[in-house]
T-cell receptor, first 113, second 113 residues
Framework: DARVTQTPRHKVTEMGQEVTMRCQPI?????VFWYRQTMMQGLELLAY????????DSGMPKDRFSAEMPDATLATLKIQPSEPRDSAVYFC???????????FGPGTRLTVL | GENVEQHPSTLSVQEGDSAVIKCTYS??????FPWYKQELGKGPQLIID?????GEKKDQRIAVTLNKTAKHFSLHITETQPEDSAVYFC????????????FGIGTKLQVIP
């Protein structure tokens, strides 16, 4: 049963610290999405990649957030420095591009104190 | 850009009753409308979708309807069961697999046994 995996599942950190979240897309999927979920804003698209190239990162605060795909099996989302307002659940999703279905991982719950 | 509004934000129904969730979208170019279900502690999962060339689609106890003229679409769940309790998200995008998907704010459905 192929699944998107995300690590860590939970992260508590202090304001100003660097946070790195990792995602392993389903093998063979060439599209990767990063979302942030909060009660107030719902699911917000931060960035997405096709064949490891960024297609759109307009939803991401550029001064502190960065997203990369070092290889086809790993996507990373980094926050530096982190702030309390970054506290949220961050989801990674992957897809094939041949269909419109996105497969979501279990999420990383980030708490910035 | 696309804007998706969803209501109600919470919905409680008795087991066996029907539940209806409604969404509107703003971009007339959108032609793909998925619905995702998110259970507690998990990522969203696609449950059904509809494309703009179809007015209605059904899959067992769930059905979606689409009114392109009015730019609104709805999810209908019949004979609700306690396992239907979850948060449901509607979304809109262009079809093509590499497209940005805009999600509604979500509806928390509670099915009371």
């Amino acid at each position: 049963d192929a699944r998107v995996t995300q690590t860590p599942r939970h992260k508590v950190t202090e304001m100003g610290q660097e946070v790195t979240m990792r995602c392993q897309p389903i093998l063979g999927h060439n599209t990767v999405f990063w979302y942030r979920q909060t009660m107030m804003q719902g699911l917000e698209l931060l960035a997405y990649f096709r064949n490891r190239a960024p297609l759109d990162d307009s939803g991401m605060p550029k001064d502190r957030f960065s997203a990369e795909m070092p290889d086809a099996t790993l996507a990373t989302l980094k926050i530096q420095p982190s702030e309390p307002r970054d506290s949220a659940v961050y989801f990674c999703a992957s897809g094939t591009g041949a269909t419109d279905t996105q497969y979501f991982g279990p999420g990383t719950r980030l708490t910035v104190l | 850009g696309e804007n998706v509004e969803q209501h109600p934000s919470t919905l409680s129904v008795q087991e066996g009753d029907s539940a209806v969730i409604k969404c509107t979208y703003s971009d007339s170019a959108s032609n793909y409308f998925p619905w995702y279900k998110q259970e507690l502690g998990k990522g969203p999962q696609l449950i059904i979708d509809i494309r703009s060339n179809v007015g209605e689609k059904k899959d067992q106890r769930i059905a979606v309807t689409l009114n392109k003229t009015a730019k609104h679409f709805s999810l209908h769940i019949t004979e609700t069961q306690p396992e239907d309790s979850a948060v449901y998200f509607c979304a809109a995008s262009l079809s093509g697999g590499y497209q940005k998907v805009t999600f509604g704010i979500g509806t928390k459905l509670q099915v009371i046994p």
